[in-house]
């Protein structure tokens, strides 16, 4: 069974930084890419940032210059480095990662459960 597991989140300040880990449980044929998303009170999920196991990346207009997520491939975590926070940052944030388990299965996305991070002003 396929477990993505986040952690860093938390409550900070306006313009103070955190750095958010997910690390998947199980191990993959290929994976795709890995990424995050976020999903704030009454809104819809929002795409944060993803990378591709070339190391391609794509962020979001509204974090781009503040965000900056990278991976480890040799251990299957991404992470996301996120500095000058502001209150519109606030949201429970969700790794993503797309990929194969097996050579005979298609890629499927995995998500995990959600870190809060909570920006005050």
């Known amino acids: 069974q396929v477990q993505l597991v986040e952690s860093g989140g938390g409550l900070v300040q306006a313009g103070e930084s955190l750095r958010l880990s997910c690390a998947a449980s199980?191990?993959?044929?290929?994976?795709?890419?890995m990424g995050w998303y976020r999903q704030a009170p009454g809104k819809q999920r929002e795409l944060v940032a993803t990378?591709?196991?070339?190391?391609?990346?794509n962020y979001a207009d509204s974090v781009k210059g503040r965000f900056t997520v990278s991976r480890d491939n040799a251990k299957n975590t991404v992470y996301l480095q996120m500095n000058s926070l502001k209150p519109e940052d606030t949201a429970v944030y969700y790794c993503?990662?797309?990929?194969?388990?097996?050579?005979?299965?298609?890629?499927?996305?995995?998500w995990g459960k959600g870190t809060l991070v909570t920006v005050s002003s």
């Open positions: 993503n990662l797309r990929g194969k388990v097996s050579a005979f299965r298609i890629a499927m996305d995995y």
């Open positions: 990378i591709t196991s070339d190391g391609s990346t």
């Open positions: 199980a191990i993959f044929f290929s994976i795709n890419a």
